[in-house]
């Protein structure tokens, strides 16, 4: 099992910044890939951004240039850093873990952009 913490969101003016944390615990595999994905209201899930334990990222073109994704290793943390935010952003964003075997979800934490 993994068990996933989020932190950090909230309300932010358009054109502001924010960033969100996700912790991870448990049978945590070397080889992972754990990212965040946002789903806003009446919208499917999307893939916002990715990286791998290898330090590969992976972006939605929608946030290219505007976020940015890192990660603790030692702390098994990703961090993702939302600048120039849009009234668009605004979803519930999830942290994700995936190894060889298993795919796991956070609870989500809600990011609400005021334009």
């Known amino acids: 099992q993994v068990q996933l913490v989020e932190s950090g969101g909230g309300l932010v003016q358009a054109g502001g910044s924010l960033r969100v944390s996700c912790a991870a615990s448990?049978?945590?595999?070397?080889?992972?890939?754990m990212g965040w994905y946002r789903q806003a209201p009446g919208k499917q899930r999307e893939l916002v951004a990715s990286?791998?334990?290898?330090?590969?990222?992976n972006y939605s073109n929608s946030v290219k240039g505007r976020f940015t994704i890192s990660r603790d290793n030692a702390k098994n943390t990703i961090f993702l850093q939302m600048n120039s935010l849009k009234s668009e952003d605004t979803a519930v964003y999830y942290c994700?873990?995936?190894?060889?075997?298993?795919?796991?979800w956070g609870q989500g934490t809600q990011v609400t952009v005021s334009s």
């Open positions: 994700n873990y995936k190894d060889i075997r298993s795919d796991y």
């Open positions: 448990g049978r945590i595999f070397n080889a992972n890939v």
């Open positions: 990286i791998s334990s290898g330090d590969k990222t």
